[in-house]
């Protein structure tokens, strides 16, 4: 880490903090309190949080960095995690084969989709990536179902060989993935008072991956190669008059993020044992696009970001129901209750999907550079009022 | 031969959706050069046009019908549409019969009212920022606008049926001098690629013999120097979406019969559409309406049992590999023209 | 024998004849000035050097072997720099990364995944930018926005990116063109000095007469896309066919 300049250093100590104690973190409120229904501190979520982080940290590698925009990244995370599943079934229930096989899987589907796609830029190099997806989708949901298990998906079953491992537990059940003895799912409590802190070694493993994850991103935004990648997205004309040949750069951007894809697949795998065609459609392929945005393209944070805010509001946003309103407005005299009730009602539980949208259209239009650059302008505008000498903006603004 | 004709039959219909919803895109990316990924929830808004319509059709008051009673001997009240009331049961059945069709009168004003209201209020201040920030904020008000309507309508699709006069088939094979029975075609389909034929023939008539389309032709080839002429090429492009978000509306109102509307189609169609447009040529109203009926026939022929045999899951994934196949070997598409989006 | 020979070269868009038998020669460490009215077929000319258009007919020849049918890319391995009429430069990055760029590319354009060593880590890179930027005189800019800088800088900016590739032919379309007068000076006295301190070829279209007759050894007239003349400078201010075809028109 010799080599990271004081900001990354910052910014790789506060997502190993924020990451290593999520569980306390996103478990605020005491259990059985009215709040606690916003606690995300339970491994499941937490995992998501984490896995989808990689993913879009990946993801903001190809397109924040060069400003190729992929519609079909999550055919990678979908054959990561097929290749997971299959290396479960075959070699062994330690999750380190199964994920590096899910990365090389993912990594050489890439290069063969990265190699066509990037013949073309811009939208059509969309429409390349979001069709090979599609194929990608509609193959694994039909005619290779007996790769893919097709609709219900790939399982692991009682029969399965698994040369490094027995096919069935003593008990006649089928094994869980684990870490040289630790299982994936295992948990343990941790009661202090009323409040209840869950600790489970797949989310500390897939922590532990995240870091690890986002520290080699750091090295890759700082290195040459993504000085190079950056040019690329400033000004293509320029790098070929400079006698760089773009492409080789391009690929191996989308290699790099087609191999966190895949990272991220074996990772969803590792944490529960099967795969599912439609982790590769392209509405999965909108929401990783959707995170990186929300959280800030091409910054290093963003994505990490993005991904927990849109899983927070998916899975804790979308719990609030009608009742739940009409207890928190219960101070309010029944007719304006209910009239806010009715206002409300629309963007939360199932409706959270137009939250997101309505957020992410206001995120476009009006902070491009997404969480991290709203942060920003909170920050120079606290800064500014603080010291009313100062200069009144901190940022210059490219002229043209 | 018989399952050749059939073959291209079924795939027209499919072909006419994908030619109007690509020939709104290309109108828009043409004039205005905004790619429009909120292109297929203005053909699902005219899907649920033709929902409402029928709705609103149905709409009923509950009276007391003193003459029938049910199994306990109380009085039936019975449920009664207003437009009985109105016109009379006949007619008033016959109006509700012809709900889709009369959807089209409806839906023009309010695809048109959406459409200037999407490019006034949204799209007018995208013109100038780099096409992945026009996806992404139209892709945005895809999202929003399909959860509106599923937050009317409901996640299960709507069975809006055409009027009884069109359903059943035609028998086309007899008509031609096969067997009976061979080539059916249901009458609904029939309507609907007449219907897209005429729509498609009216926006190119109304581009080649209009002053209007004139202006537009030429903004599409050259929007500065039109601009510069000092002609208002901005109103004019404003009008030119709501015509473009109309025809992907009737495309939605005519297309419900065929599949029931839900909120999701648009999408669905979204992504096919897409491909659709790239496959003619970014930019060539031509391309996008051949491409379209090319890519529905041939995704037909691809579900025929015999060609399945010999590739499985062809018809999963023809239209991509086509797509894939054009993009790489002539890159501008079909019909495309040179320098559309190259940079 | 010339380091740049052009031969016969000509190139037809649909009906228009944008060039036809172009010959030019271009000595080896002068500088060579390419002048002519508008839609004489300069910039056709200038594509056609740098692999942005393929000539119809004819060759051109660069150090003794053909640029034609190769990439931009590669023809700028082949030692061929170009300074564009707008200046083309990464404007989302700052100077100093601009710099690094062509620092960091190799002559042969050898692709190199770099990607876990730091930027900052490659001193000799860093160093070479870094003595450029001081050469061009904006050390100071080193950290600002390449896009927020006046079109004077941008020009020097992009004049440096070029030379930091050590080339051994510096293409440069009217590279004042736009430029306030006290930028256009500065640009002529910056090719000036690097004309005579350098080993380096200089081609330059150019419409402004003074930065000509500034910079030029030798002047070609292009004229309707043909040339009418190949001379030194002060043969071609005397010139009538050139008065006629383009002084007097400009007059």
Same mark, same amino acid.
């Given at each position: 880490?010799?080599?990271?300049?004081?900001?990354?250093?910052?910014?790789?100590?506060?997502?190993?903090?924020?990451?290593?104690? !999520?569980?306390?973190?996103?478990?605020?409120?005491?259990?059985?309190?009215?709040?606690?229904?916003?606690?995300?501190?339970?491994?499941?979520?937490?995992?998501? &949080?984490?896995?989808?982080?990689?993913?879009?940290?990946?993801?903001?590698?190809?397109?924040?960095?060069?400003?190729?925009?992929?519609?079909?990244?999550?055919?990678?995370?979908?054959?990561?995690?097929?290749?997971?599943?299959?290396?479960?079934?075959?070699?062994?229930?330690?999750?380190?084969?199964?994920?590096?096989?899910?990365?090389?899987?993912?990594?050489?589907?890439?290069?063969?989709?990265?190699?066509?796609?990037?013949?073309?830029?811009?939208?059509?190099?969309?429409?390349?990536?979001? /069709?090979?997806?599609?194929?990608?989708?509609?193959?694994?949901?039909?005619?290779?179902?007996?790769?893919?298990?097709?609709?219900?998906?790939?399982?692991?079953?009682?029969?399965?060989?698994?040369?490094?491992?027995?096919?069935?537990?003593?008990?006649?059940?089928?094994?869980?993935?684990?870490?040289?003895?630790?299982?994936?799912?295992?948990?343990?409590?941790?009661?202090?008072?009323?409040?209840? &802190?869950?600790?489970?070694?797949?989310?500390?493993?897939?922590?532990?991956?995240?870091?690890?994850?986002?520290? +080699?991103?750091?090295?890759?935004?700082?290195?040459?190669?993504?000085?190079?990648?950056?040019?690329?997205?400033?000004?293509?004309?320029?790098? *070929?008059?400079?006698?760089?040949?773009?492409?080789?750069?391009? +690929?191996?951007? &989308?290699?790099?993020?087609?191999?966190?894809?895949?990272?991220?697949?074996?990772?969803?795998?590792?944490?529960?044992?099967?795969?599912?065609?439609?982790?590769?459609?392209?509405?999965?392929?909108?929401?990783?696009?959707?995170?990186?945005?929300?959280?800030?393209?091409?910054?290093?944070?963003?994505?990490?970001?993005?991904?927990? %805010?849109?899983?927070?509001?998916?899975?804790?946003?979308?719990?609030?129901?009608?009742?739940?309103?009409?207890?928190?407005?219960?101070?309010?005299?029944?007719?304006?209750?209910?009239?806010?009730?009715?206002?409300?009602?629309?963007?939360?539980?199932?409706?959270?999907?137009?939250?997101?949208?309505?957020?992410?259209?206001?995120?476009? $239009?009006?902070?491009?550079?997404?969480?991290?650059?709203?942060?920003?302008?909170?920050?120079?505008?606290?800064? /500014?009022?603080?010291?009313?000498?100062?200069?009144?903006?901190?940022?210059?603004?490219?002229?043209? | 031969?018989?399952? $050749?004709?059939?073959?291209?039959?079924?795939?027209?219909?499919?072909?006419?959706?994908?030619?109007?919803? /690509?020939?709104?895109?290309?109108? $828009?990316?043409?004039? #205005?050069?905004?790619?429009?990924?909120?292109?297929?929830?203005?053909?699902?808004?005219?899907?649920?046009?033709?929902?409402?319509?029928?709705?609103?059709?149905?709409?009923?008051?509950?009276?007391?019908?003193?003459?029938?009673?049910?199994?306990?001997?109380?009085?039936?009240?019975?449920?009664?549409?207003?437009?009985?009331? $109105?016109?009379?049961?006949?007619?008033?059945?016959?109006?509700?019969?012809?709900?889709?069709?009369?959807?089209?009168?409806?839906?023009?004003?309010?695809?048109?009212?959406?459409?200037?209201?999407?490019?006034?209020?949204?799209?007018?201040?995208?013109?100038?920022?780099?096409?992945?920030?026009?996806?992404?904020?139209?892709?945005?008000?895809?999202?929003?606008?399909?959860?509106?309507?599923?937050? &009317?309508?409901?996640?299960?699709?709507?069975?809006?049926?055409?009027?009884?006069?069109?359903?059943?088939? %035609?028998?086309?094979?007899?008509?031609?001098?096969?067997?009976?029975?061979?080539?059916?075609?249901?009458?609904?389909?029939?309507?609907? %690629?007449?219907?897209?034929?005429?729509?498609?023939?009216?926006?190119?008539?109304?581009?080649?013999?209009?002053?209007?389309?004139?202006?537009?032709?030429?903004?599409?080839?050259?929007?500065?120097?039109?601009?510069?002429?000092?002609?208002?090429?901005?109103?004019?492009?404003?009008?030119?979406?709501?015509?473009?978000?109309?025809?992907?509306?009737?495309?939605?109102?005519?297309?419900?019969? @065929?599949?029931?509307?839900?909120?999701?189609?648009?999408?669905?169609?979204?992504?096919?559409?897409?491909?659709?447009?790239?496959?003619?040529?970014?930019?060539?109203?031509?391309? !996008?309406?051949?491409?379209?009926?090319?890519?529905?026939?041939?995704?037909?022929?691809?579900?025929?049992?015999?060609?399945?045999?010999?590739?499985?899951?062809?018809?999963?994934?023809?239209?991509?590999?086509?797509?894939?196949?054009?993009?790489?070997?002539?890159?501008?598409?079909?019909?495309?023209?040179?320098?559309?989006?190259?940079? | 024998?010339?380091?740049?020979?052009?031969? *016969?070269?000509?190139?037809?868009?649909?009906?228009?004849?944008? +060039?036809?038998?172009?010959?030019?020669?271009?000595?080896?460490?002068?500088?060579?000035?390419?002048?002519?009215?508008?839609?004489?077929?300069?910039?056709?000319?200038?594509?056609?050097?740098?692999?942005?258009?393929?000539?119809?007919?004819?060759?051109?020849?660069?150090?003794?072997?053909?640029?034609?049918?190769?990439?931009?890319?590669?023809?700028?391995?082949?030692?061929?720099?170009?300074?564009?009429?707008?200046?083309?430069?990464?404007?989302?990055?700052?100077?100093?990364?601009?710099?690094? @760029?062509?620092?960091?590319?190799?002559?042969?354009?050898?692709?190199?995944?770099?990607?876990?060593?730091?930027?900052?880590?490659?001193?000799?890179?860093?160093?070479?930018?870094?003595?450029?930027?001081?050469?061009?005189?904006?050390?100071?800019?080193?950290?600002?926005?390449?896009?927020?800088?006046?079109?004077?800088?941008?020009?020097?900016?992009?004049?440096?990116?070029?030379?930091?590739?050590?080339?051994?032919?510096?293409?440069?379309?009217?590279?004042?063109?736009?430029?306030?007068?006290?930028?256009?000076?500065?640009?002529?006295?910056?090719?000036?000095?690097?004309?005579?301190?350098?080993?380096?070829?200089?081609?330059?279209?150019?419409?402004?007469?003074?930065?000509?007759?500034? #910079?030029?050894?030798?002047?070609?007239? +292009?004229?309707?896309?043909?040339?009418?003349?190949?001379?030194?400078?002060?043969?071609?201010?005397? *010139?009538?066919?050139?008065?006629?075809?383009?002084?007097?028109?400009?007059?």
């Amino acid at each position: 880490m010799k080599s990271l300049t004081k900001n990354d250093l910052t910014l790789l100590v506060a997502v190993a903090f924020l990451t290593l104690f !999520a569980p306390f973190i996103l478990n605020p409120f005491p259990e059985g309190s009215a709040m606690a229904q916003f606690n995300a501190g339970y491994p499941d979520l937490m995992q998501r &949080f984490v896995i989808f982080g990689i993913f879009a940290i990946g993801f903001n590698i190809l397109f924040g960095l060069t400003g190729y925009l992929s519609f079909g990244h999550a055919a990678f995370l979908g054959v990561g995690s097929y290749a997971a599943v299959w290396m479960f079934k075959l070699l062994s229930m330690n999750v380190i084969p199964a994920i590096i096989l899910s990365v090389i899987v993912a990594g050489l589907f890439s290069l063969l989709i990265g190699f066509v796609s990037l013949r073309r830029s811009g939208i059509y190099f969309s429409i390349l990536t979001l /069709a090979f997806a599609q194929m990608m989708f509609a193959l694994a949901y039909s005619v290779l179902t007996p790769i893919t298990g097709g609709e219900t998906g790939l399982q692991l079953a009682l029969d399965d060989p698994r040369i490094l491992g027995s096919s069935q537990t003593p008990e006649g059940n089928i094994p869980v993935p684990g870490l040289f003895g630790m299982e994936m799912r295992d948990s343990f409590d941790l009661e202090l008072g009323s409040w209840v &802190f869950t600790f489970n070694i797949g989310y500390y493993f897939c922590a532990l991956v995240l870091i690890a994850s986002f520290y +080699l991103a750091i090295r890759i935004f700082r290195s040459p190669f993504g000085m190079m990648l950056r040019a690329v997205k400033s000004n293509q004309q320029r790098m *070929n008059y400079t006698g760089l040949n773009t492409r080789p750069y391009t +690929l191996a951007a &989308f290699v790099i993020s087609g191999m966190y894809a895949g990272l991220a697949g074996g990772l969803m795998a590792s944490m529960d044992p099967l795969a599912g065609a439609e982790r590769m459609q392209w509405t999965a392929s909108g929401e990783v696009v959707l995170m990186t945005i929300l959280g800030g393209a091409g910054t290093l944070i963003g994505p990490v970001l993005g991904a927990g %805010f849109i899983k927070y509001f998916e899975n804790i946003f979308s719990k609030i129901n009608a009742t739940i309103l009409h207890e928190w407005f219960a101070f309010l005299p029944d007719g304006l209750e209910d009239f806010i009730v009715a206002i409300l009602y629309p963007f939360i539980g199932k409706g959270w999907h137009l939250t997101l949208g309505i957020l992410f259209m206001m995120v476009v $239009i009006f902070l491009p550079g997404g969480l991290v650059e709203g942060g920003q302008r909170i920050r120079s505008w606290l800064q /500014a009022r603080k010291s009313k000498n100062g200069r009144p903006n901190g940022t210059t603004e490219p002229a043209e | 031969m018989d399952a $050749i004709i059939l073959q291209i039959l079924n795939g027209l219909d499919k072909g006419s959706a994908y030619a109007l919803i /690509a020939l709104g895109l290309t109108l $828009i990316f043409g004039t #205005l050069g905004v790619v429009n990924f909120a292109h297929g929830a203005l053909f699902m808004i005219g899907a649920f046009c033709a929902v409402t319509l029928s709705r609103i059709l149905t709409l009923s008051h509950t009276v007391i019908d003193e003459t029938k009673t049910d199994f306990l001997g109380n009085p039936l009240k019975v449920d009664v549409p207003y437009v009985h009331d $109105i016109f009379g049961i006949a007619a008033g059945n016959a109006i509700i019969d012809w709900a889709v069709p009369l959807a089209i009168l409806f839906a023009i004003p309010v695809m048109i009212l959406v459409g200037v209201v999407m490019e006034r209020g949204l799209i007018k201040h995208f013109y100038k920022r780099p096409h992945a920030d026009q996806i992404l904020v139209t892709f945005g008000l895809a999202i929003v606008l399909q959860e509106v309507i599923k937050y &009317f309508y409901g996640a299960n699709p709507i069975p809006t049926p055409a009027p009884a006069a069109f359903k059943g088939s %035609f028998d086309f094979g007899a008509a031609i001098g096969f067997d009976p029975n061979l080539i059916i075609y249901p009458y609904w389909r029939i309507i609907y %690629f007449l219907f897209a034929t005429l729509i498609i023939g009216g926006v190119f008539a109304f581009l080649q013999f209009t002053t209007f389309g004139m202006v537009v032709r030429a903004g599409m080839a050259d929007r500065e120097t039109v601009g510069l002429l000092g002609i208002n090429i901005d109103k004019r492009f404003t009008i030119m979406f709501g015509i473009a978000a109309a025809v992907a509306g009737l495309a939605g109102v005519m297309y419900t019969p @065929i599949n029931s509307p839900n909120y999701h189609m648009g999408m669905d169609f979204l992504v096919l559409s897409f491909v659709v447009v790239v496959v003619g040529g970014m930019g060539s109203l031509p391309g !996008a309406v051949l491409a379209g009926f090319l890519l529905g026939v041939l995704e037909s022929f691809a579900s025929m049992r015999e060609v399945i045999d010999i590739i499985p899951g062809i018809n999963q994934i023809i239209i991509y590999l086509v797509a894939i196949i054009i993009l790489l070997t002539r890159p501008r598409g079909l019909m495309g023209r040179k320098g559309v989006m190259e940079d | 024998m010339g380091i740049l020979e052009v031969k *016969n070269v000509g190139k037809r868009f649909g009906g228009l004849q944008a +060039l036809s038998e172009v010959n030019l020669s271009v000595r080896e460490n002068s500088v060579h000035a390419i002048i002519g009215p508008n839609g004489a077929g300069k910039s056709t000319l200038l594509n056609c050097l740098v692999g942005k258009l393929i000539p119809d007919t004819g060759s051109v020849m660069f150090d003794g072997k053909s640029v034609l049918g190769r990439a931009p890319y590669e023809i700028n391995q082949m030692g061929i720099s170009r300074v564009f009429q707008t200046p083309e430069i990464f404007g989302d990055l700052t100077v100093l990364e601009n710099m690094l @760029i062509p620092c960091f590319a190799k002559r042969d354009g050898a692709f190199e995944l770099n990607a876990i060593s730091s930027v900052m880590d490659q001193k000799e890179v860093l160093e070479k930018a870094e003595h450029m930027l001081e050469e061009m005189n904006m050390a100071d800019k080193r950290h600002m926005h390449a896009a927020a800088m006046s079109r004077g800088d941008k020009r020097r900016l992009e004049i440096g990116m070029c030379l930091s590739q050590e080339p051994r032919l510096l293409l440069l379309d009217e590279p004042t063109a736009g430029m306030a007068r006290a930028d256009t000076n500065n640009t002529i006295d910056l090719l000036k000095q690097i004309s005579d301190e350098r080993d380096i070829t200089i081609a330059i279209i150019e419409h402004d007469m003074h930065v000509v007759f500034s #910079l030029a050894d030798r002047i070609t007239v +292009l004229a309707q896309g043909t040339p009418l003349v190949e001379d030194d400078p002060q043969n071609i201010k005397g *010139n009538p066919k050139v008065r006629e075809a383009y002084l007097g028109e400009s007059a």
